[in-house]
């Protein structure tokens, strides 16, 4: 994605909506997956879907007093989260109609209950004897989602990013599939500005290359349609208006 339309997604629009950029990206996709849906004759009308959502998991205030400065790496959480958006109409939202950040909200906060930003759940899924046997009965998502953050790429010729992000090297090829689709962005912030990149993978012979393509293209569209949103001075948000400061498979 250009700078010009990468920029109001990192600033604009969650300060808007007092949401992260996580918020504004998951809010794209649950609307992308959703109009998806229904161009396949696929939509339940609820409007839920279901998501892997994938941290680094260095939350430091779960245990008093530890310092992570002096460690590397990630230590990786991973939890559902069912993102509705069952309320808006998502033909609108995609046309950049005014209704685009009724959706968002809804999605932020549905991110903002989920205790200590998931780390804890698959203690609860598979070491709590008591939660672990219901947990195990709830359906698990097709979709996995991560947002690796922001980098900084210099003008120069000494080193350069993988194109991909690294993420389809040899390692990961030999691990099996956990979902249908596997979804991962990160920004780059270049000389010109900063750029949304996004891999997303799947399985041989579960989804045709054009399908990706057509769920891509819906999730920019999704995405710059809250920017148009955010862009305008004035919306109605849930019948008010605010301003500046103010679980399905595919």
Request: glycine share 12%; charged share 20%; net charge negative.
């Amino acid at each position: 994605m250009p700078a010009a339309q990468t920029e109001p997604l990192l600033t604009s629009v969650p300060a808007l909506f007092h949401a992260g950029v996580n918020d504004v990206l998951l809010c794209g996709l649950a609307l992308a997956v959703t109009s998806w849906r229904r161009r396949r004759g696929r939509d339940d009308g609820r409007g839920c879907v279901l998501v892997d959502v994938e941290g680094h998991g260095r939350e430091e205030k779960l245990v008093e007093g530890v310092d992570l400065s002096r460690t590397v790496g990630w230590f990786t959480t991973l939890f559902p989260v069912n993102l509705d958006v069952g309320g808006v109409d998502v033909d609108e939202v995609l046309a950049c109609g005014r209704t685009a950040g009724q959706a968002l909200r809804p999605v932020a906060e549905q991110l903002r209950a989920v205790p200590d930003h998931g780390v804890g759940f698959w203690l609860l899924r598979y070491l709590n004897p008591d939660t672990g046997p219901v947990l195990a009965g709830l359906a698990t998502p097709q979709i996995s989602f991560n947002y690796l953050g922001r980098f900084v790429v210099p003008d120069a010729d000494d080193w350069a990013l993988v194109p991909d992000g690294g993420l389809s090297g040899s390692g990961a090829d030999a691990l099996p599939a956990s979902h249908a689709l596997a979804v991962n962005a990160w920004t780059e912030d270049r000389p010109g500005g900063p750029q949304l990149h996004v891999s997303l993978q799947c399985p041989a012979g579960v989804l045709s290359g054009e399908a990706v393509q057509e769920f891509a293209e819906l999730w920019f569209q999704a995405l710059n349609a809250l920017t148009s949103c955010a862009a305008r001075s004035e919306m109605p948000i849930g019948g008010g208006r605010i301003g500046v400061g103010v679980g399905n498979a595919l």
